[in-house]
Nanobody
């Protein structure tokens, strides 16, 4: 089994910053892609940012230049640094990881989600 624990969400004023973390644990041999997604009320879940094992990144156009995704492979953790936050960034943010188990099987796992609210 694989567990993901997210932290770092909260309430912040427009223009502020937050840093999200997502730590993976359990039956993990390696982690391939890692990413962050978000879902605002009444909207579908959307990709925010992804990062490969080698560190290549991809961002939604709406967050380019403001958000930075990074990972610490030794800690099995992915981060999302969010700067210049806007009210439209308000959503539940969830991490996603693609895991290879010690038995060679693959799996796609999701965190429980953390609320980010941008409001004055």
């Amino acid at each position: 089994q694989v567990q993901l624990v997210e932290s770092g969400g909260g309430l912040v004023q427009p223009g502020g910053s937050l840093r999200l973390s997502c730590a993976a644990s359990g039956s993990i041999f390696s982690i391939n892609g890692m990413g962050w997604y978000r879902q605002a009320p009444g909207k579908e879940r959307e990709l925010v940012a992804t990062i490969t094992m080698s560190g290549s990144t991809n961002y939604a156009d709406s967050v380019k230049g403001r958000f930075t995704i990074s990972r610490d492979n030794a800690k099995k953790t992915v981060y999302l640094q969010m700067n210049s936050l806007k009210p439209e960034d308000t959503a539940v943010y969830s991490c996603n990881v693609m895991v290879i188990t010690p038995w060679g099987t693959g799996g796609d796992y999701w965190g429980q989600g953390t609320q980010v609210t941008v409001s004055s």
